[in-house]
């Protein structure tokens, strides 16, 4: 069964560096997404990607993150200066119609700011 | 804005237990609910997909009902096994293209 690729499962960095978290959708999906889930807390939605843009984002994606799919297979979420609040597992996920057939998930990426 | 809830946030029951996992949300005008089994530090395993048309979905021993009037899903899991102990978390597609997803139920099955 096809599936979501993270990479690297679990990433430490120190306050203030910057951090880019890579997915590989799955290849004929169309949409893209990163949330995040704080420990303890519920997931929460960051972004969505589609035809090279972004089509929604939350409040929570502020001026900090940014994505991109720089190339065909990749997409990637990056965070300019990491706080410490930004300790998170941070999961992409994909979907070949907006969602209207379901989303796949990715095993996540642990982020964890020192 | 679309809040989903899960009830009850945690849930023990010995092996071979029927399980019911309730999830409701608030605005009624979805296109979908998807259920997901996470365990402890990993990713999001996608269950069942119920359509906004559909009274229920069902998967081997996994039957998830929705009434959407009245914003409520709830996942039965038959015969519950130890190594369907983890979290289950209900997702909720509405205005947008994204999920709302509820807290989660943890469950234990113990042998």
């Known amino acids: 069964e096809p599936e979501v690729t993270q990479t690297p499962s679990h990433q430490v960095t120190q306050m203030g560096q910057e951090v880019i978290l890579r997915c590989v959708p799955i290849?004929?999906?169309?949409?893209f997404y990163w949330y995040r889930q704080i420990l303890g807390q519920k997931v929460e939605f960051l972004v969505s990607f589609y035809n090279n843009e972004i089509s929604e984002k939350s409040e929570i994606f502020d001026d900090q993150f940014s994505v991109e799919r720089p190339d065909g297979s990749n997409f990637t979420l990056k965070i300019r200066s990491t706080k410490l609040e930004d300790s998170a597992m941070y999961f992409c996920?994909?979907?070949?119609?907006?969602?209207?057939?379901?989303?796949?998930f990715g095993s996540g990426t642990r982020l964890t700011v020192v | 804005k679309q809040e989903v809830t899960q009830i009850p946030a945690a849930l023990s029951v010995p092996e071979g237990e029927n399980l019911v996992l309730n999830c409701s949300f608030t605005?009624?005008?979805?296109?979908?609910l998807q259920w997901f089994r996470q365990d402890p530090g990993k990713g999001l395993t996608s269950l069942l997909l119920i359509q906004s048309s559909q009274r229920e979905q069902t998967s081997g021993r996994l039957n998830a009902s929705l009434d959407k009037s009245s914003g409520r899903s709830t996942l039965y899991i038959a015969a519950s096994q130890p190594g369907d102990s983890a979290t289950y978390l209900c997702a909720v597609h509405a205005a947008g293209n994204k999920l709302t997803f509820g807290g989660g139920t943890r469950v234990l099955v113990k042998p």
């Open positions: 290849s004929n999906h169309l949409y």
């Open positions: 605005d009624s005008a979805i296109y979908n």
């Open positions: 996920a994909s979907s070949v119609g907006g969602g209207a057939y379901g989303y796949t």
